[in-house]
């Protein structure tokens, strides 16, 4: 394989001859295979030419049919041969992953067109890895065992038997059982109370083979927003622990859907703990010859620990539509968080001394102790002044309790912005009124460049939008019955996008009633693997696939496609994340739920229109948005397609 794509001069400065060679790519090369020549997309190819050689961060944000995603491929592959350090390409979710690598997506065309051999490699999150010991469990108890145990059946011969080293491959990756449903495939996957370390399968477990088979990437590691943020989260905690960080050196990182990045970063820094995996693992340390002091006090946490617990149910309240609990943090509930964490000081002083007796096992030692750690920390932020933003959940009767820094600036600017490597922030929707202030004080990014460039297609004669002239938001059954005129228009080929899993699941099931929509196929998001959920979808003209979190992303091109249903306004969830921001904000609704409602807005609509020749509708059926009167009717108006204007949908 050549090492560039062009006779490269080592007399001369790289990223120049880069860009002229780019330039040619996208002026003669893809042009003459049948490509069109996209003003926009060169434009954006000299501003990255700039982020590069100044290795600075970049709001790219460049409208649907830019070709944006080829832009900044040809960058960040050709920068990692020069650099021999891969780049990486940080999607906002898995199923965006599978779309830039599936046979027809831009990699594949880059490939082809210009005979450019891309290495590109997936580094998915853990959970899209089944875990061997969840899968034993849930062979021996679910009701479901029979899945499972085929499952089991078709693993590679080397996880049921010993096997040469040559033998061993990745396997286990959420796309390979697309037949599971979400909730089937979390009885097996892996998730983050599992202890990794202390698993006598961990160098036969199909997420530890992916690791390595990604990190051997000479071109592009392909990972998801989350990954990449529990990178940043964990890279000293692992090389401090002798282990590898999670993803290689890298060159630069792209973060394809950049606006979503905050949430990701939130997520990865987020600490999750329960009661009977701290018990578990405590218990450890009475399997050796300790003193009794240090027994003592091994008991006395573990009965604090369930008495917070207890403490922490008590004072959870229901979110409406959402999984997560609000917690009332009383004085009651923040004594016991204190008193805990006097009980773990307490036993960390102790193996401190127990230590040096050299009587406990010093590789359960370090896990104890790192878990100590990892609650230590967490319990902490409860006595900072600022509260933390904190939830609990409850799985088969388990109270999980949930702590999250309210920011992640501090974290962000050290470990990703300060690495002096480029970093591109890439999406059609960023800006809000025309400014990236929005996204970049979220991630605490003060120095950056940044540009937009519209969309080239046709809104105006390519798009019909509609709306309900309703006086008052319209019930379920008023939206219904708009939803089935609008499906029977385009006879399926349609995107119902919600809000909420609930808002999907009422939807579901007020379906069957709907005799007229018999003869169409239903794809509902969470039945099975995503993936291949899109693929039926974009195969099978005349379904309707119906999703929570494709607003995003979803590339369908052609008549597949032909009709977005917005079910409602997509104004952020009744989530603790969000509450913490509006409360933190002087005018919640214009500095939280507006500017957020509109950036989804604008990405769901950008799923109907993909190329130059499609054409379609989409509708709204939320809020009233031919009131005079309605300050979000004239938001929402600001924020549509060029030429494309609401006309009412009856």
């Known amino acids: 394989m050549e090492r560039y794509p062009f006779d490269y001069d080592l007399t001369q400065p790289f990223l120049?001859?880069?860009?002229?060679?780019?330039?040619?790519?996208?002026?003669?090369?893809?042009?003459?295979?049948?490509?069109?020549?996209?003003?926009?997309?060169?434009?954006?190819?000299?501003?990255?030419?700039?982020?590069?050689?100044?290795?600075?961060?970049?709001?790219?944000?460049?409208?649907?049919?830019?070709?944006?995603?080829?832009?900044?491929?040809?960058?960040?592959?050709?920068?990692?041969?020069?650099?021999?350090?891969?780049?990486?390409?940080?999607?906002a979710d898995e199923s965006l992953i599978e779309q830039l690598v599936k046979p027809e997506g831009d990699i594949s065309k880059l490939m082809k067109h210009l005979?450019?051999?891309?290495?590109?490699?997936?580094?998915?999150?853990?959970?899209?890895?089944?875990?061997?010991?969840?899968?034993?469990?849930?062979?021996?108890?679910?009701?479901?065992?029979?899945?499972?145990?085929?499952?089991?059946?078709?693993?590679?011969?080397?996880?049921?038997?010993?096997?040469?080293?040559?033998?061993?491959?990745?396997?286990?990756?959420?796309?390979?059982?697309?037949?599971?449903?979400?909730?089937?495939?979390?009885?097996?996957?892996?998730?983050?109370?599992?202890?990794?370390?202390?698993?006598?399968?961990?160098?036969?477990?199909?997420?530890?083979?992916?690791?390595?088979?990604?990190?051997?990437?000479?071109?592009l590691i392909i990972c998801s927003h989350d990954y990449y943020m529990e990178h940043v989260w964990t890279y000293e905690g692992r090389k401090q622990e002798g282990q590898l960080p999670l993803l290689p050196e890298h060159s630069s990182v792209v973060f394809d859907e950049g606006h979503l990045a905050e949430n990701a970063a939130q997520k990865a820094l987020s600490y999750n703990l329960k009661h009977s995996i701290f018990?578990?693992?405590?218990?450890?340390?009475?399997?050796?010859?300790?003193?009794?002091?240090?027994?003592?006090?091994?008991?006395q946490a573990i009965e604090q620990s369930e008495m917070m617990f207890e403490l922490l149910k008590a004072a959870s309240r229901p979110i409406p539509g959402s999984e997560r609990m609000s917690i009332d943090l009383n004085d009651e509930v923040l004594g016991a968080i204190r008193m805990l964490c006097v009980h773990l000081?307490?036993?960390?002083?102790?193996?401190?001394?127990?230590?040096?007796?050299?009587?406990?096992?010093?590789?359960?030692?370090?896990?104890?102790?790192?878990?100590?750690?990892?609650?230590?920390k967490a319990l902490s932020l409860f006595q900072r002044a600022e509260a933390p933003i904190c939830w609990t959940s409850i799985n088969k009767n388990d109270l999980t309790l949930s702590i999250m820094p309210k920011t992640v600036k501090e974290v962000l600017k050290e470990r990703v912005f300060n690495l002096n490597i480029p970093i591109v922030f890439s999406s059609a929707t960023m800006s809000v009124?025309?400014?990236?202030?929005?996204?970049?004080?979220?991630?605490?990014?003060?120095?950056?460049?940044?540009?937009?460039?519209?969309?080239?297609y046709d809104?105006?004669?390519?798009?019909?939008?509609?709306?309900?002239?309703?006086?008052?938001?319209?019930?379920?059954?008023?939206?219904?019955?708009?939803?089935?005129?609008?499906?029977?228009?385009t006879e399926g080929r349609a995107l119902i996008l919600f809000r909420t899993k609930e808002d999907l699941q009422q939807f579901?099931?007020?379906?069957?009633?709907?005799?007229?929509?018999?003869?169409?196929?239903?794809?509902?998001?969470?039945?099975?693997?995503?993936?291949?959920?899109?693929?039926?979808?974009?195969?099978?003209?005349?379904?309707?696939?119906?999703?929570?979190?494709?607003?995003?992303?979803?590339?369908?091109?052609?008549?597949?496609?032909?009709?977005?249903?917005?079910?409602?306004?997509?104004?952020?969830?009744l989530d603790p994340v969000i509450l913490a921001k509006r409360q933190a904000a002087a005018k919640p609704f214009e500095e939280v739920d507006l500017p957020y409602m509109k950036l989804r807005l604008r990405q769901g609509l950008g799923r109907l229109i993909r190329t130059s020749t499609d054409e379609g509708m989409a509708a709204i059926l939320g809020g009233t948005l031919f009131d005079p009167a309605s300050d979000v009717a004239k938001e929402i108006a600001a924020v549509l397609p060029k030429g494309v204007t609401l006309e009412v949908l009856s």
């Open 115 to 219: 005979e450019f051999a891309i290495d590109a490699r997936l580094g998915k999150s853990p959970d899209q890895y089944l875990c061997l010991v969840k899968l034993d469990d849930a062979r021996d108890k679910e009701e479901e065992a029979w899945q499972y145990q085929e499952v089991y059946d078709e693993l590679p011969g080397f996880v049921r038997k010993p096997e040469t080293m040559q033998a061993f491959h990745a396997y286990g990756d959420r796309k390979n059982y697309g037949s599971l449903s979400d909730e089937q495939w979390e009885k097996i996957s892996w998730d983050s109370f599992m202890d990794c370390f202390v698993c006598d399968r961990r160098h036969r477990c199909g997420q530890t083979l992916s690791r390595d088979y990604y990190r051997a990437s000479s071109d």
């Open 16 to 91: 120049p001859q880069l860009g002229e060679w780019i330039a040619d790519v996208f002026y003669d090369i893809l042009p003459e295979a049948g490509f069109e020549v996209r003003d926009e997309q060169i434009f954006m190819a000299y501003q990255l030419e700039r982020a590069f050689a100044e290795k600075k961060t970049i709001f790219a944000e460049a409208g649907v049919g830019t070709g944006k995603t080829l832009v900044y491929l040809l960058y960040a592959t050709a920068y990692a041969r020069y650099t021999r350090k891969p780049a990486i390409i940080a999607c």
């Open 345 to 376: 000081d307490a036993i960390e002083e102790g193996l401190v001394f127990e230590s040096e007796l050299y009587t406990l096992d010093a590789y359960q030692l370090r896990i104890v102790e790192t878990h100590l750690e990892m609650i230590q």
């Open 433 to 456: 009124d025309g400014s990236f202030a929005y996204v970049a004080d979220s991630l605490g990014i003060q120095d950056y460049l940044s540009f937009s460039v519209n969309s080239p």
């Open 508 to 573: 579901k099931a007020a379906v069957q009633t709907q005799s007229t929509l018999s003869g169409l196929r239903f794809i509902y998001e969470g039945d099975r693997e995503i993936s291949h959920q899109i693929a039926d979808f974009q195969a099978d003209e005349a379904s309707v696939l119906c999703a929570v979190s494709l607003w995003e992303g979803l590339d369908i091109p052609g008549p597949s496609l032909s009709n977005v249903i917005i079910w409602s306004l997509p104004f952020p969830p």
């Open 279 to 299: 018990e578990e693992i405590i218990v450890r340390l009475l399997s050796g010859e300790i003193r009794e002091t240090l027994a003592v006090r091994i008991d």
């Open 459 to 489: 809104y105006e004669h390519q798009m019909k939008l509609y709306a309900p002239n309703w006086s008052q938001e319209g019930s379920f059954e008023d939206k219904l019955a708009l939803a089935v005129k609008m499906l029977q228009r």
